[in-house]
């Protein structure tokens, strides 16, 4: 009797308190706290990034001024922190509404964290490396870089992972510990490189000036090269061909566009010049043949 009685007045008060005035007041004066709470720490994470992308801008105006990559890179890595640190700010406040003990939390925490530190030797590595890649300027936002097996375009740069797009699409999340060799193509200007064939019947002499006008106009209207390009002469010989290589400096990775116009256009320059640009025949023999 005395436990079904201990039951009852168990639900009683559980009843009570569920149609309590003060209860229901409670709930939403707490609801409304939280909401303001996780409002504010999102307007304040956007304003952030916008303030701090507004800063780098106008410091990309500034004459004397860091590269527009390093830029980037600073400007994600800054709001990744404003982030994580309003956030983390806005967890504490939530869980101080629930009057969770946030100093005793973060004192335990702290301790928790030496505790399992030893066993995330991996995060740390992360960290670290993260930070001299950032700051030794290895390779920024925006860089085409070749990092192991993974080729394309850095997305972001965190301090634990990077982030890297492909040219088709795909982005691969690194850890940064894991990078240990990095092909940047974005540091230096590129080098397109063309073959011309020409048959060896040809005046090689009267061909060779023709291209190497076709080169000084394309210097002339192409921003992309940044030197005149060089006809460097006979690259290989055959019975019936020869080839011809021409190189053009080029802004980091404009080397594939140009070298690609060059060809286009090169050949329909010398077409227009009266010279024939071999093209491999296709040979049938009938059975009689053989």
């Known amino acids: ?5 201990k039951i009852e007045d168990t639900v009683g008060n559980t009843g009570k308190l569920f149609l309590s ?3 229901w007041e409670l709930v939403l004066t707490k609801s409304i706290r939280i909401a303001l709470i996780i409002l504010i720490a999102i307007i304040v994470v956007n304003v952030g990034k916008l303030v701090i992308k507004k800063i780098f801008t106008a410091r990309g105006k500034v004459p004397l001024r860091q590269s527009e990559r390093r830029q980037k890179t600073l400007m994600k890595l800054i709001q990744n922190v404003i982030s994580y640190v309003v956030y983390f700010s806005a967890i504490l406040a939530v869980l101080g509404e629930f009057d969770i003990d946030v100093k005793g939390l973060i004192a335990g925490a702290g301790v928790l964290g030496l505790a399992i530190g030893f066993g995330a030797q991996s995060l740390v590595k992360d960290v670290i490396t993260g930070f001299f890649i950032i700051f030794e300027d290895q390779f920024s936002v925006g860089d085409y870089v070749k990092i192991g097996t993974f080729e394309g375009t850095v997305e972001e740069i965190g301090l634990r992972t990077t982030k890297i797009k492909s040219y088709t699409g795909e982005v691969s999340i690194l850890p940064n510990g894991t990078i240990s060799q990095v092909i940047n193509y974005s540091v230096r200007n590129s ?3 063309v073959d011309v064939t020409i048959s060896n019947d040809k005046d090689l002499n009267s061909i060779e000036q023709h291209i190497r006008n076709y080169l000084s ?6 921003e992309e090269i940044v030197k005149e390009p060089v006809l460097l002469g006979i690259q290989s010989m055959t019975a019936t ?3 011809l290589r021409i190189t053009a400096e080029t802004k980091p990775m404009k080397h594939f566009d140009v ?3 060059i060809r286009g256009d090169l050949r329909d320059y010398l077409l227009g010049k009266g010279f024939d640009i071999p093209m491999p025949e296709a040979v049938t023999k009938s059975p009689e043949d053989l």
Do not use: W, Y
């Open 259 to 261: 070298a690609r116009k």
């Open 217 to 222: 106009e394309l210097f002339q209207k192409d």
């Open 191 to 193: 080098v397109a490189i």
């Open 241 to 243: 061909d020869i080839v």
């Open 1 to 5: 009797m005395a436990t079904k009685e």
């Open 21 to 23: 005035q003060e209860t």
